[in-house]
Structure formats: structure tokens, C-alpha cells
């Protein structure tokens, strides 16, 4: 039922940083854990970073550890990720998702979650 956009993306040179928001409209998003993927040209969409219900707990890719952080604001509907010290290899498109199920921790598995943004562009240059 919660719907989701995303914001945020753009072109920055390798080492700014940006900032990705996902606000979503459902009524509980409070109670849904949330998560961030991405798919490059030609590749399967990967894990991000993922966060629980009511924040208590975050799950990183390896790729992107001390590098990028995930929060969230139930207050305003709206879940973040923050990255810093952008690589090439971050180029993709990013997309947040909502956990099918609520209160539960967060997941890393695309096949947990039931709902999608439309995603939005992150293009990183050398």
C-alpha cells in the first residue's frame, strides 16, 4: 500500500557525495522496514543498504561500508541514504523498496520487499 519516490540523484565527480530521498505516502510506513538497491547497465540489481522499523538496525553491502548511511525520519515519511566518497562503480540506478511484511529487521534480499520506487539516476564520473 505505501508508495514510494525517489530524489536526489545526479552527476558528481569521483569523492562529492549526494544525498538519495524516498518519501513515501502509505499510511504505516513507520512500520515497514526500508531498503536501498541498485542496477548498473547490464547488471543485476544489487543490494545497498537496508534499515529496520523505527531505525535500531542497519545492514550495509560490503561495497559500500563506511562509505554510505541509511536513515530514517517516520516523522516525515521519508527514508535516506546518504553517500560520500562516491566511486565510479557507484553509477546505477537506485531504487528504495518497502519490506512486504511489517516490523520486522532489516533484509537484504530484493524478494522481501513488496514495494518499489521508480528509482533515480546516480552517475559518478572518474
Known amino acids: 500500500q505505501v508508495q514510494l519516490v525517489e530524489s536526489g540523484g545526479g552527476l558528481v565527480q569521483a569523492g562529492g557525495s549526494l544525498r538519495l530521498s524516498c518519501a513515501a505516502s502509505g499510511r504505516t510506513f513507520s512500520r515497514y522496514a526500508m531498503g536501498w538497491f541498485r542496477q548498473a547497465p547490464g547488471k543485476e540489481r544489487e543490494f545497498v543498504a537496508a534499515?529496520?522499523?523505527?531505525?535500531?538496525?542497519?545492514e550495509y553491502a560490503d561495497s559500500v561500508k563506511g562509505r554510505f548511511t541509511i536513515s530514517r525520519d517516520d516523522a516525515k515519511n521519508t527514508v535516506y541514504l546518504q553517500m560520500n566518497s562516491l566511486k565510479p562503480e557507484d553509477t546505477a540506478v537506485y531504487y528504495c523498496a518497502a519490506d512486504s511484511i511489517w516490523d520486522r529487521g532489516a533484509r537484504t534480499a530484493k524478494d522481501d520487499y513488496a514495494r518499489w520506487g521508480q528509482g533515480t539516476q546516480v552517475t559518478v564520473s572518474p
Open positions: 534499515i529496520s522499523t523505527s531505525g535500531g538496525s542497519t
